[in-house]
């Protein structure tokens, strides 16, 4: 799988094309050599490398011309190595692999969505077809993530297939009400974390862990440390392929770890930032004040790399803090000098 966040050692690159002089439409991009995870805005490129990629990089780029004539480009660039961590909060942790809830992939290593993929939808809603060795295929082809496999499913895969809507699982290409609520869905309907089977629930780092497990994904280096501290469950390692990050607040009541994710254009606004309380039905996009997050506090939202200090937990990098005094939350001047943040897309 391809963990992209918190695991590169380059510097992000943009391109742009659209040269005034021959004008162009870019109607799709695909990475050459698999280096790079690939986000098109319009004609606006943004290039991501991929976790340990390095050196010359190229990408193709699928173009109609003014007079409707379809081609394509190959464009090239360089990896630029760079010793700090990246962390870009805007993308779907997996771009390698479908084998993720809501995915459409039936078939986990077909990429298109096409008949083939349908008829063996249609199988599973008909109860002709099941695979017990396929742990994650009942996963793939729950397309509104509310747990049952059926006519609603097939709906939205025909839509997608024929150009009407996008998937609800495809991250990257979601506004950001549309993420809200695919979190929610997946909170709710899927994962259920509050009922995660923990012998000493109020342990609020156990439940942290957990859901990050879940959605982002670990690489298997990480996993092994995680199971160092708690025979957490990994089955469901990048399931659901949320960008989630950690979030430790300490408060005159002491310290709580919980989760968030990014559903905004700027990492630095609070309130772009949808905070998770893992441990509590309706938890999605609490607000300071509700459940266990203390209206006046320090909050430090922290991505992998994680570290085993060996004292029993697992830490993870601080990144961006904020103050909260009564509700009103700052920005802390605080820089992490080994971690690039991506602020902004």
Request: include cysteine; aromatic fraction near 10%.
């Amino acid at each position: 799988m391809g963990w992209s966040d918190g695991y590169t050692d380059v510097v992000i690159t943009a391109i742009e094309q659209n040269p005034d002089q021959n004008p162009v439409t870019i109607t799709g991009v695909e990475s050459v050599d698999g280096k790079t995870q690939l986000i098109l805005n319009g004609n606006n490129l943004n290039v991501h490398a991929l976790p340990k990629a390095s050196g010359v990089y190229q990408a193709k780029v699928l173009i109609k011309n003014a007079t409707g004539g379809l081609d394509n480009a190959i464009l090239s660039g360089n990896i630029i190595t760079d010793s700090r961590i990246v962390v870009y909060p805007f993308t779907a942790p997996n771009d390698s692999t479908f084998d993720y809830l809501g995915s459409g992939r039936i078939f986990k290593n077909h990429k298109e969505l096409d008949d083939m993929q349908l008829a063996r939808l249609d199988s599973i809603i008909a109860g002709t077809f099941t695979d017990p060795t396929d742990k994650r295929l009942l996963y793939r082809a729950d397309l509104n993530a509310d747990g049952a496999i059926n006519s609603i499913d097939r709906a939205i895969f025909v839509d997608v297939k024929n150009g009407k809507r996008v998937l609800p699982s495809d991250w990257n290409k979601l506004t950001y009400a549309e993420q809200l609520d695919w979190t929610n869905k997946t909170f709710e309907n899927i994962l259920k974390p509050y009922f995660y089977p923990f012998v000493q629930s109020s342990i609020c780092n156990q439940y942290s862990n957990q859901l990050m497990i879940d959605n982002r994904g670990f690489n298997q280096s990480d996993l092994s440390t995680f199971l160092k501290v708690y025979p957490y469950n990994v089955d469901n390692n990048g399931l659901v392929n949320i960008p989630m990050y950690e979030v430790l607040v300490n408060s005159a009541a002491g310290s709580h770890l919980m989760n968030a994710i990014l559903i905004g254009n700027d990492a630095r606004v609070f309130s772009n930032w949808c905070f998770i309380e893992p441990q509590r039905k309706g938890g999605v996009n609490i607000k300071p004040g509700q459940f266990y997050f203390p209206i006046t506090s320090r909050v430090s939202i922290r991505s992998p790399p994680i570290n085993y200090p060996g004292d029993g937990t697992i830490g993870m990098v601080d990144g961006l803090l904020f103050n909260i005094d009564n509700g009103v939350a700052t920005l802390n001047p605080y820089t992490n000098s080994n971690v690039n943040w991506i602020y902004t897309k």
